[in-house]
């Protein structure tokens, strides 16, 4: 039999039916309404329960003659959550009344107006809703209202919280604690609710935390917690916090829990350090029923929560090392230094190690002070022990002398100071006495002075506070840069714990500047502030980089390194799966990968002095170029995605790529305009070409949300 049903949008049926001889047929004919729906803007009731919100959505239509099953569905908005849609979980129906139509919802006795869960749909703070109404008759058209339209639906359920001083009545007990001159790393602030009335009895939850760097996730060992009812009027004295601190109030009045420093910034350095705070507001959980012998226990029932996105809290000037010096005067090794930036009260742990640099066999070398001396002195005393039994020659007084009152226990003991050095900065400054010469025999002394080019330096390290809150690498502060002497204006932020130089990752030098330039440098690897956990993918990223275009101008590198990164978790082809840099350099097609210079520059990063590599200083003027694009804080260069050189591509006989002329919603266009600003004329400094989607719409990347998804279901994947 011929059919006689038509998809949507395709030619009107035939109304002629063809049987065969022989046959019987049944036909059976369904005729659809078309309906048109035109939502109209309603009243709204106010919210006066979580749970049970009635809403009117409503307005006129046509060929509506009867209740009709219908799919609503909202259209979230808000300043406080993410744009997103959400099915409505009921039965929903069209019910007419003459040219009008309401959406109802089903319940036991037939329909009911419709009910919406705060809660279910995570309706906070200050927003609009719109919907999409889709009848169930085949061939009819949905109708969508935006929830910028007239017809949206306001909702206001404040959520928010104020940072401020804690206030004057309260100095008098808190002053020696955290004192009240000024917001800065150290100050008490007092968190003040302020939540709309259907949130009361709620459970709240705070974090507090450093703004992260984008693409990052907070730091979990730089978080503060806070936990209360809201609408509790007691809950006051519990919402106090000190900025940068773990330290939350105790029982007793001025006492602090925990009070020890915490991270006070990204893995960035900046002048500014932002706090942003993330809440979660949780129904509390039904009393549990009294246990019964016999009855098997019902699962509890799973928590609903309200947890908008992070929110700015405060924002405060970032402390700053301003002055750290090492000096020998009248004997005495000592250290000084000054802070600026926290609250005056702040006192600060530190832990010094003191390092020598000395040359041997036209080598130079570092070790601990305490351990060259111990090696300096050992030898001394094997000499002069060797000297006093030498019968060849006449014994010398000084010899005996030596060997009488320096034994390698008294070698030992004397120094013993160099051992677990400490200091504490008190208002804001800090100074200790590191090591007395004096302490030495006089010959030894003599001896030391004899020793050419010796060069003695410290490493600063926060003090840990348990085995579960050390401070984090860039806990303390910056280092005040001074022109002349740093390679790049700015800071120079703390790694590893202890302080370090942007170019290069080593420890303090002898004055209270940071050079980038001479002997230190060699000794130290020239990788930057990147979080431990991703060090080894910012190998690969550099070196991926040094292998792609070493030879081209830091715009070049920089379009190289912001291809790269556009490219993780974007919704295109293999992309997607890729959430890293390392996965996508390994997986699209980068031809440096694994090659000889690649393979140099990962050796010249892991040790730069037994690097042989030509272009090393073009190694570290790469990574000084590279750091800020791959923590995400250098924009997106044009959304540049491909690039290629024509150069490169005539030397090894190819053709120009495909992804060239690649069409449809792939089309690609050239951004060099954007990128190398030349006058008419002049020659272009690098051979590259860059590309990015001339519709990148089309091509979003994954959120934050969806890329923690993906890695734990990889991970869940991997356990299991």
Known sequence: MAPTENAPGSEAPSTTCHLPLGYDGVVRIRAAPRIKLTPKRQEQPAPRDLNDWPIQIGGECENVIEPIPCRLEWIIQGDSLADKRASHPRETLLVPKGKTFQVLEKDATGHRPLRVSILELGLIGTGRMGYRIEPSLFGNEAAEILPTA????????KADIHFSLLAPAFEEQFQKVIGLLGTHVGSGIQLEPNFCELFKGLQATVDIHPTPPEGLEPDEQATVRMEWVVGDSAAATRLRWKVGFA??????EGEWNQDHLLATGGVESTPKLAFQYQLTLTRPPPPAPEKKEKSAQKPAAPLEQLRPLPRPALTVDRPRLTDFTVSLNNGELAIQGAFEGFHENV???LQLKPYVLYTEADTQRIEELGDYLEGFLMELLSERRFNAGDHSRAPRNEDFLFMATCSPDDIQARLAPLENLTVTSRQNRFQLTLFNLKSLPREDVQALKKVKGLEVFVVMTPMPHGADKNVPVWALTDYAAREGHNASAGFAPFDSGAFVSRVFASG???SNYVTPSGHIEALYSPMPVIPADRREEFEIFVATICGESIGQSPTAWAGVAHT??????????????CLSAAEIIQNTGFEAYQKTLYQEAIRCMRAPAHSQMKDRDKVKAIIDV???IFMRQAGNMGDVVYFYSPRAQSDKGRSTPAFVSQGGDKTLVCINNQLFKTAPGEKRPDDFLFYAFKNPEKWPHMTQEEIRQARKARADKKSG
């Open 508 to 510: 303090v030098c002898t």
């Open 150 to 157: 007239l017809e949206g639906i306001a909702y206001a359920l």
């Open 347 to 349: 006192a600060l742990d």
């Open 247 to 252: 330290s939350t109030p105790g029982d007793a």
């Open 626 to 628: 590279v750091t800020p």
């Open 564 to 577: 790269i990164m556009n490219r993780v978790g974007r919704k295109y082809e293999i992309w997607e799966r």
